[in-house]
């Protein structure tokens, strides 16, 4: 499938829309099975900053490329060659040298979290292994399908280190189990498709890569063709709600609201609903 | 079953005792498949208060009239030719008819959720259709079960709007996987009894309607046996929990309970439970 | 097996540890069912203080001794004669009384908290009788299993009182429905193993109470052999989590991993998994 | 000056309009020094309700009719008398006494935060004798000014309770020192205009009650003559800002302004100020 | 003055009790200008637990023996031969050596705030020499009141180090002007009496140290004559104010008073009030 | 004084370095008062965070080029003929408009909080008309000093709308009287250096620019020849703790420290103090 006009500069991520107003984002070096480099998680956060504003795209698909891996995580052999571990041998000052890894955990945060930042919803879909950075990426998702091969792990214990870019902050508010989540992030065991959907982490479970693919475009297909306003004021209000009292989200979703009502999505959407036929939205 | 006495002038619910101490509240339109006319939340609100207040009431069970609905939701008809819709043809200001709208919704919020401040447990039956403010409702009650039939939907993106009423707020806050409270919402498909069990919305599933009632009534019996200062302080105290920190909870329930345990209810219920005989609590 | 050297003043603990870095914690007043007396629950606080700070200890084990009970909770009898149920029948004002009461339960929270704040992970396994204070207690705890066998119950309500040592603050947190917490919470109904398993309160569920200690014990084994930097940082930052944002937990733990990462276990887990070989990690 | 028309059927206040878009409510039982009775604080909910959805009002001056006081507060002998202190003496369990004491208070609460929450400015101003429920209710007001001869005192201490009001919620929040704050609430003792100036309590001191009361009036006027969306966009704002973080509120600013902004007010003032005209505002 | 009796056991700390329900507390290490060693602190703890319960006490004053200072802070010189320091020069890894550093400052941190949580008032007289700890120890109190020769510091910058016992979190909420916080700290310049009673910092400037003294004796006599259950509950709810939003101390307060309010205090004083006489407290 | 070497590309501020590691920062479009096109804030944000991270500079002053004006806010005749304005009075709904308005205001707040997000102090040094943005700019900087001739105004009310670049969000934190706040914020009404120095908005005030300039540049001096690691922190943990409980910060200071104080810096400046010699700081 041809790329997506406005998004073919980007290096590691192949952007393509399968149908009109969805965007499908491959992350793109199979070749390492998907392992990130710091100039991948820059250009994601440049790529969904230009997801989030374009009014030709109102759901976003994120997957892996290849047949192995949706990925293996941070390239842990180009970050131990990379200036934060050379550093650390250096004769730099501990605090300093704690003031360099703050900003660069801020800025390697900043640049995931783009995907949560994205205003359409985003599905992810996962397959093989999908380990590390995988499960603080699809964390960032809103919806999370994947293959019945895939291999999740909260690997980073085993290399010595407490996740940090978004896992441990998004996962207990995500599945139903604390002792599990305690479970899976301490010991950084493999899990499959099946526990994975057994705690809620994804919704469904298909056959092959192939399989989660379909049902996560036939997902997105059916989000595109609901009113933007309503979809988009919805994952804002169910995130500002993960992170807020009932009494404040009330309130926040009472000032929203009283601009997005007035949109002419309400009164399209009730008509065609009287009239039995498909609305059509502006975009957005 | 008699109206009970001092609930007889609701013109859209009928409440009835089935048993000493337990109120069943029954929204009352049926014909209308019990969708909800502003004059109805405004009822449900003072309807809430009273039985909140009411020392013959320990417990509420409330339920939809009818076979074929719980509730639709708002009166789509009614709310299109009410004042909110015409206005915004009208040539108000954009600010200003934001403005009527915050203090709108506000209100609406406010009156469905005394079901959630009435200081006594609520057992919310679901049956039948059971969409948009459905949801909203049963969220504000302790403990849903559902009868097989029932057909929930988070319905309002296909009006073109994002739910405003609670369901947003409270729903990630009572179920598992954040996923499938984004897939319900975002796409607004329907969704039956057992996936609603399986995500721990409802806690029960039973195969009629007449069925799940007399569970809930069973239900009902049991905890209005109970010490009533330490049913509705466990409710105060888990509602309190789920807005708050460890540490905030703990401190007020060591600030709540240093009234409660001053009632005779905790030597009552010890005394009973040595003597193996049935406690009696005094009203509250 | 003999005692931990260290441990061997605790009256109502034994404390052994089976495997190098792993410390068991028994608590030990099997011919009353191990029910709690005041004295216990202040010992409990000071042995978790020193295991907290202990570097030969890696994971915590906690369970019952004897085949009956994990623990029947509060011991009623001695409760009922101690000096707060006396005060409450004599002249005391009531604002004094409640003094008397807010600092009781306060301090007894703090006692079983310190099972949460203990720096290492605990591995809570139950078994018979788990009421009362036995869901207090294993909340703290990180992860939870339990034998088949077991029969949970919040029964708090049954002695008519609110739970007010952690269980509302905790238990909401910790499994996947609110509706379900509100109907064991409020009708302090039991529940067995595979309820709890099903609701994601016990993450395994094991034959015996032997087999459960021997899955506990081997699933500690795993964590000690972790980089203890990763595995502690991991239980701090998930804790957190719980109760803060994630924007918060994000630069919480940036600032946390900026001193952690400059550990050497980095490193040495880095260096071990590319040469295959297992790592060692220094003491904390 | 004759009563506002919509508003003479309060039996405790008087309410006029000085000047178009102006209301003044004036306490109005001066023969008891304007001492509360419950009656008055539940219609003053009703009023400044009333006022806050009236588009005839801009702005809010509340002062206390005749010479002597602003108000004494509660009417401690109507108060002994009513049935919470008699209950006490009765054989109510403390418990259920606590119960009603909460209900009590709660409502307490909500009548006099009505007038912060009326969303047009609210300016107090004090004289004479003001103390108790004068503090809690010229907390909630905007902007306090009053006459030299003011004599405050957070009194509550004095008659055996902490304020339970308002008043130490609010004025940690509205002054500058926390030691002056303790200071006047544990000593309750009596503190001048000067002193309620220096410490930011009070905005302004005039020679008499009738120069605050004119300068209160000039205030209000100048108010009055603003963009209302802007005005009462404010006070939401400010208030919003006292009880959250920096970046909480500048989400929320966003997100309110994103209907404001689109009002005529912007345009309206921007023309009128380029064209040195009086500009003029719709209702709201 | 002698000792109070059951205070004779602190080494380094002189408790006086000058009139009946007041204790006067003295750092008393005069030759070293009271400073802090690491035992200080550790005694400062159980010292102001034991004041805390004790109904002998109503109000504490806390000062600083000798003419020179109140406290010059940390002995330096003893906590650079102390155990944190020699270990920094140490092989101790840097994540290791952080957490014998965050165990540190953390129990520092505990011991100091026990100033704050005592339940009843801390007046603090501060005189001299009152740098570092002295400002993070006085935050702690309510009431600060000084000698007009006291010089003041947040001294920690100059060391090399920002403050970490509770300046920093407590100083922004007790006085004024941010700029001025951010100026004293970031700069660690000297102020006086009379900036500290400009911005707020201490309520009252005396002649001299006596004169302060009396003044916090007088002060204190007053207080010690109120309701120990208004004075107590008044300390309690403002701190809790400091830290919540109006509507969370609304709350907490209403339930506090629900078992405050059924104090005899408020009818004593009541009573008392009425018949002029003065009141007489039970102990609390 | 000529440009800084690494400073010179940007359009609208000139950059100098008057004494070793101090970067002055002016704002340069005094032919227009300084006012604000949409280039400046967006080159305002690139410019801190190039300040914020480069190691050659401990301190910034930002002050406003020209005689006559620190900055009269935001370039209103630009603004109006930009596109926001003309797409209002187009035919784009309101939802979407409001979409557009937010993204609009969300990125210009995110520009001006670029000053506050900077690690290392700001010094704000304002005189002549400081209105509008100059307040939302100047609440972001640490500590504010002015000339005697300043004019502040918080304006935004009288072009129609409620501040929404940060001053409502921060002003309430800054300063001491909420009543004064609230008076300045709705009433937009000027005020003067005496007013703002007493109020604590800024905390010195001079005689002429010159002189002011003169002050902040020997108030910066002073900064930069102190410990950058104790600095930073120091500003890090005042704004954490302005946004957080007492208990929050003490915590995430506790943290911060365990790296910051295995800092070469702490052992400097002790040895250099106990030397009397001037301490050497290593960059930051």
Redesign the interface.
Known sequence: MAQLASYTDYKYYLVTSPTPLVAHVEINRPAKLNAFLEAMWLELRQLFQQLS?DPEVRVVILSGAGDRAFTTGLD?QAA?QGP??KD?AGGV???????Q???H??EF?ECV?AV?RC?K?VICVLHGISIGLAIDLSCCA???ICAKDTRFAVK?????????I?T???L????????????V?????DFGAAEALA?????QVHDSKAAALEAGLK?AE??AS??P??????????NH???????E??????????????????????LS?MKKTK?R????
Request: glycine fraction near 6%.
């Open positions: 504003a842990v131990s934060l571990l650390a000052d501990v605090a300093r040298k704690a003031t890894l703050r900003r955990i801020d945060q979290s949560e205003e919803p809103d919806i999370r980073e214990v085993d290399i010595g280190m407490a996740a940090d978004g441990l902050a998004r207990p508010k995500i599945v139903s189990s604390f002792s599990w989540v305690k479970d992030c301490i010991t950084a065991r705690v809620g982490f994804v919704s997902l059916g989000i609901k009113s306003v309503a979809v988009q004021g919805t994952k804002e209000l169910l709600s993960r992170d807020h009292t009932v009494a989200n009330l309130r926040y979703t009472s000032v929203w609201n009283s601009a997005a009502l007035q949109a002419a999505d309400f009164q399209v959407a009730m609903g609305p939205f502006e975009k957005l």
